[in-house]
């Protein structure tokens, strides 16, 4: 029945261990799984309102470019001619009610004429008025472009333009520029852009001029096609005003910017127009969370979109399935260096991919934590349950064992009583006897029931021990002493070799006599056909004050311990599976109380057996030194004398 028993729970523990796993696996594969779903939305969640970002900082920008445009327009074959002061009224219109009106520095009307160096009218904001002039040093080296722009028409039709941020560009506009504005059909087609000025440009496409009120000053009846609108930017308020201003607005947080951003032209190193953090955009930025080119190649950029951000957005359903990317064509194509970028790389956390990653990890090493608690806390409980169980059958056997230890002297003195009380016992000599016998069951009895209670005060913490200086000597005599009967009845023969000399040791006499006393009967009730016993006292190099320890070794010959037996020799209620099955009366507490008790004392037990060839068990007891010594018996004789 222990076997059947002892195998239903080894398969119980291995069925639940199995469980376990499998639990424990699935779990781990379910939580990486989701670590990188939730992973992959938060990337693409990142990089959709990155993209957002980047679209509404563009299209402000944008706006803030084009207004100019959609205020001055540009003639129109279907127009006819436009006064040049018409342009110096509509610049005026616009600057008063602009966001920037210093965003123009000058307003030009570039003249191309193929016989003789062209002339170059330039507004006068104080007067209104247009002054001729030669070509501005910074429009010279543009005559070929627009020669030859002119020579193919504007090159850019009003369906040509990008109609997405249209509505929302025109309906940001003041409403005196809105009105109206359709009724000569896209009025941004044919704007060109030159970034190393900055300027706009657009060609005055009618076939002549009418005279302007100035004279000589504005542009003459029959002058040539080919004339361009030319409208120099102010760099300086890009760099201080609109540029920090949109950063501001679309990359800020609740504590400030959450982005480096900066806006640089050319390949590194750059030509740095605007960054919002020193040093930032100088060189290459490889870890960039998003790049866009403001204007101009979107056919060099990969898949045709002129934004990159760090993780693929949503597709069909992102900020670009909704917004468009419009801008003037650049006067000069192929200039790849001269284009302008926005580059941003979030500030907190590191860039937006590395900070996802480092989330992932995170949340993977909390997660898989978690389950090494589980699993951590799923052995123990399986520990715990074994041990509990083991527990368990060792209380049972100490149970068994001790009411077998105690129905036998119960035995022994009830039935001694009862031929006493029958009359069966005739003459002193037989009721010496018997009275000898119910003496000696009762002190076995007796002796049984206090070394149970020692070892439960022991275990409970309750037992108070008697310290003092001791002689090994005395310990040995008064363990002897209380084990005389028992050595005598199992006729054991019994050597000692106590050392000269040996130094004293603290302890409680009483409980260090009941510590060897448990060795020795231990002894002697494993000693098998070789009835010996030897007591050994000695003083080796060891821990304490003194440096030496006194070692009292008690060995027999009888039948050893086996090699597994020995590490649970010293558990409570532990009887080797042999020993039971020899009947050997025993309650597995001898060994227990007499380590408690060594411990107890500051020292230990340790063993040595061979199966067959007998134990030796040593009580180690720290050696008291000598200056201790001194003054114990300074303050033993002081107290004599009072």
């Keep these: 029945m222990r076997m059947k028993m002892s195998f239903r729970d080894r398969s119980w523990s291995t069925a639940v261990v199995i469980l376990g796993v499998i639990v424990v696996t699935i779990l781990a594969v379910l939580q990486y799984r989701w670590s990188n779903q939730v992973s ?67 307003l030009y009307i570039l003249k191309l004429v193929e016989s003789k160096e062209g002339a170059a009218l330039r507004l006068n904001p ?169 204007f101009g190649h979107v056919q060099d950029t990969v898949l045709g979109s002129p934004i990159h951000v760090f993780h693929t957005p949503s597709e069909n359903t992102g900020p670009a399935a909704f917004g468009g990317i419009s801008w003037f064509p650049l006067l000069r194509e192929g200039e790849v260096d001269q284009d302008w970028k926005l580059v941003v790389r979030h500030r907190r956390g590191g860039p937006l991919g590395a900070f996802v990653v480092e989330m992932r990890r995170r949340d993977l090493a909390i997660s898989f934590g978690a389950l090494f608690l589980l699993v951590l806390s799923m052995a123990m409980v399986i520990i715990a349950g074994n041990r509990a169980q083991r527990l368990a059958k060792l209380q049972v056997d100490f149970v068994t064992a001790i009411s077998h230890e105690l129905r036998t002297p119960l035995t022994v003195i009830s039935s001694a009583a009862d031929n006493i009380a029958d009359g069966v016992v005739e003459g002193k000599q037989q009721l010496t006897q018997y009275g000898s016998v119910i003496r000696n069951q009762a002190r076995q009895l007796s002796g049984l029931v206090e070394q149970i209670l020692l070892f439960a005060a022991a275990g409970q913490g309750r037992q108070r021990y008697d310290v003092r200086t001791l002689q090994v000597a005395e310990i040995i005599e008064a363990a002897l002493a209380s084990t005389r ?53 000695s003083v080796a190099e060891g821990g304490g004050p003194s440096g030496q320890e006194v070692r009292i070794s008690v060995s027999d010959r009888g039948i050893g311990i086996s090699a597994a037996d020995m590490p649970h020799i010293f558990e409570p209620f532990y009887r080797s599976p042999s020993v039971a099955a020899a009947q050997v009366h025993g309650t597995g507490l001898g060994l227990p109380l007499a380590m408690s008790i060594a411990r107890a004392m500051k020292g230990r037990i340790s063993v040595t057996s061979q199966p067959g060839r007998g134990s030796t068990f040593t009580l180690h007891l720290p050696a008291v030194a000598e200056n201790v010594l001194a003054e114990g018996a300074e303050k033993t004789a002081a107290e004599i004398t009072r």
Aim: aromatic share 8%.
């Design 126 to 294: 104080a007067s209104r008025t247009f002054e001729s002039g030669p070509w501005p040093p910074a429009f010279r080296e543009l005559r070929g472009h627009l020669q030859h722009a002119a020579a193919e028409g504007s090159g850019v039709k009003a369906e040509d333009l990008p109609a997405g941020p249209l509505p929302a560009l025109v309906s940001a506009m003041p409403q005196s520029f809105a009105e109206g504005l359709f009724s000569l059909g896209n009025p941004l087609a044919g704007w060109r852009f030159e970034p190393s000025i900055p300027a706009l440009f657009h060609a005055i496409t009618a076939p002549s001029v009418r005279s302007s009120a100035q004279g000589s000053g504005g542009l003459q009846a029959g002058d040539q096609a080919g004339d361009w609108i030319a409208i120099e930017l102010n760099r300086t308020v890009i760099e201080t005003q609109i540029l920090p201003e949109l950063a501001q607005a679309y990359f800020r947080g609740t504590d400030g910017l959450d982005f480096e951003v900066a806006v640089v032209s050319g390949d590194p190193p750059a030509d740095v127009i605007y960054s919002s953090d020193p040093g930032f955009g100088e060189v290459e930025i490889g870890d960039a969370d998003g790049v866009m080119n403001i």
């Design 485 to 537: 009967e028992i050595i005598q009845a199992a006729q054991f023969t019994v050597e000692r070799d106590i050392a000269a000399n040996l130094p004293a040791v603290r302890g409680d006499l009483s409980a260090l006599s009941q510590c060897l006393q448990n060795l020795i009967t231990n002894a002697v009730k494993y000693g098998g056909d070789q009835p010996w016993l030897d007591i050994r006292a």
């Design 40 to 106: 992959e939305a938060t990337s693409v969640r990142l990089a959709d309102s990155l993209q957002m970002s980047l679209i509404n900082w563009h299209l402000d920008f944008f706006r803030d470019f084009s207004e100019i445009g959609l205020a001055l327009g540009g003639g129109s074959e279907e127009n006819g001619s436009e006064e040049p002061d018409q342009y110096a009224r509509r610049l005026g219109q616009w600057k008063s009610q602009a966001k920037y009106p210093d965003l123009v520095s000058n």
